[in-house]
């Protein structure tokens, strides 16, 4: 039981390329979520899902789009990367049958944009 | 929307004694949850304890609790006994108790550093 990972940990971007950040988990977790964490921030919310198929805006969705095309997995997509992009972006999931409410968080990826 | 504040962006305590972390929050809701999760040098967020609003009982996990003021919308975070371990940062976070999506609203964190 892997709980949720994320692909890659660290990437460099010019600006202007686009990448896809992977987030999987292993819970069969209807919940997914995207957050980037910048200095002296907390984390602030991207865009989520529900389920799979279903994807929603968050708190901070501009420059982001994102894809739930099967349940276990959550893309993040940068179509042209900004240096105001660089961050390190958390993904996370949650089952909230039984009133747990608890989200598990993957280890993180660092990407940073010159 | 809601809001979360941590006064204190660093604190510093020594091996074997109390800490308290602050945190206040602004809502409207009546139902909801409350959170503070850690974050080590590694990087891991990692959910320390949990809290539900409609539940007067301050929760607690061995050496953490919590100071629940509903009607002050403060949720305070007691750490006992402190450990060279629990060098992190720490971040309070909410959660409106509502089917659709259950976000989290975090605070921006404190950085507290336990001495040897």
């Known amino acids: 039981n892997a709980g949720v990972t994320q692909t890659p940990k660290f990437r460099v971007l010019k600006t202007g390329q686009s990448m896809t950040l992977l987030c999987a988990q292993d819970m069969n977790h209807e919940y997914m979520y995207w957050y980037r964490q910048d200095p002296g921030m907390g984390l602030r919310l991207i865009h989520y899902?529900?389920?799979?198929?279903?994807?929603a805006k968050g708190e901070v969705p501009d420059g982001y789009n994102v894809s739930r095309l099967k349940k276990q997995n959550f893309l993040l997509g940068l179509e042209s990367a900004a240096p105001s992009q660089t961050s390190v972006y958390f993904c996370?999931?949650?089952?909230?049958?039984?009133?747990?409410?608890?989200?598990?968080f993957g280890p993180g990826t660092r990407l940073t944009v010159t | 929307a809601q809001t979360v504040t941590q006064s204190q962006p660093e604190m510093s305590v020594q091996e074997a004694e109390t800490v308290t972390l602050s945190c206040t929050y602004d809502?409207?809701?009546?139902?909801?949850?409350l959170f503070w999760y850690k974050q080590p040098p590694s990087r891991q967020m990692i959910l320390v304890i949990r809290q539900e609003a409609y539940k007067q009982q301050n929760a607690t996990e061995n050496r953490f609790s919590v100071n629940f003021q509903k009607a002050a919308k403060s949720f305070s975070l007691k750490i006992s006994d402190s450990q060279l371990g629990d060098t992190a940062m720490y971040f309070c976070a909410f959660m409106k108790r509502r089917g659709g999506s259950e976000k989290l609203v975090f605070g921006k964190g404190t950085k507290l550093t336990v001495n040897p």
């Open positions: 899902s529900v389920g799979e198929g279903t994807t």
């Open positions: 996370a999931s949650s089952e909230t049958q039984g009133g747990i409410y608890e989200q598990y």
């Open positions: 809502t409207s809701e009546n139902n909801y949850y």
